[in-house]
């Protein structure tokens, strides 16, 4: 098997023809704003890869879907972000789909027939404050939930049909909780504003959405026990797995398409390259083990999160070692002729700037490798 094969592989498998939809742009065409990338996944059918089959879905296991993830990322590191987004909110309402009225069932089956995308209102991108404290608020108005507040960055803001936010929400005992919503992208109230400045991953349609005085049906909006201590609940393991394995394979795929070019070069020594694509397997092999105990087992844990977090904080130095030495391996001139393998190794960064860092997680970490709970804020 080649570099990337197994990935790819899996990718035309699942969603056949996106990979060769990416592959027929130059990389500077899918990650401008207004790319195609967003439309060949759509196309490709690419919103039910993680609807269960008996919701009419692909049905892909956590293994397969961090393989898809590489292969897109390798392809389109904007792509790869926005749709780890997408898979996050439908993995979310599947497993809210467990314990809620039954609405969710009729969500994801029209997530898969109308090829719907789904963004992620959940909180993240404030320097210093939890990603359990969101920024949109709920009050109950009489027979409606109304929510106020707003999300930046908010990826595939422009593609979106539906908008799943995490917000804060008084329960019946007057307790603040996190609930989950799920807000239509052409409800009264929701706008877009411009927010994203850096030209780095512009194609994963990461603006501002804003929500003012929004009503919703209340039930479309589902209570969690997650309270003020940030002790996670099952949903919210749920959650994290899918967002750390999606997106730490979606930005080794970006370092990959980095590594592939040094490989194509064919004039670094062997070592270097052997060097290169090990750096990157260890790391993916990593993702791989949690996802195939996620596959396997019937409860997730905060022990399997745990082992997620790690995985993730070790491809972040994979990432950044292998991008410098490839960088460094394709030389000058690379750098000179074209900005694609800066490009990429600037993209492939992004994965230390998403929630939880390393430094925020640190004391939870090994509290909770000394037998105490995982927080996570």
Known sequence: MGFLDTERETLDTLLPGLDAALARHPLAELERPGSPAVAAFREAGGAALLVPAQNTGIGADPLQAVRVQRAVGAR????????????????????????????????????????????????????????????????????????????????????????????????????????????????????????????????????????????????????????????????????????????????????????ERVLRHGRSPASVRAELVTDLGAAMLAVEAVARTMRESESWGEGLLTDALTARYAAQDAIGRTTRTALETLGGMSFISSDEGTYLASAAAGLNFHPPSRGRMAESLCAALDGGPLHVG
């Open 76 to 259: 389109c590191p904007s792509l790869a972000v926005a749709t780890t987004m997408h898979h996050f909110s439908v993995a979310s309402l599947v497993e809210t789909a467990k314990h809620g009225a039954g609405f969710e069932w009729m969500l994801l089956e029209a997530v898969v027939g109308k090829r719907m995308l789904l963004a992620s209102g959940f909180a993240e991108g404030q320097t210093g404050q939890s990603i359990l404290r969101p920024a949109i608020r709920a009050e109950r108005r009489g027979g409606e939930v109304v929510l106020n507040g707003s999300k930046k960055p908010c990826s595939l803001a422009h593609s979106m049909d539906l908008l799943t936010a995490s917000v804060e929400m008084t329960d019946d005992s007057g307790e603040r909780r996190l609930a989950v919503a799920i807000v239509p992208a052409d409800a009264d109230g929701v706008s877009v504003r411009p927010f994203w400045r850096s030209t780095v991953l512009a194609g994963a349609e990461s603006e501002e959405v804003v929500l003012r005085d929004v009503a919703l049906d209340p039930q479309m909006v589902v209570l969690t026990e997650v309270g003020a201590d940030a002790v996670l609940d099952s949903l919210h393991i749920a959650g994290f797995l899918w967002f750390e394995l999606l997106m730490t394979a979606g930005y080794l795929g970006t370092a990959s398409a980095l590594v």
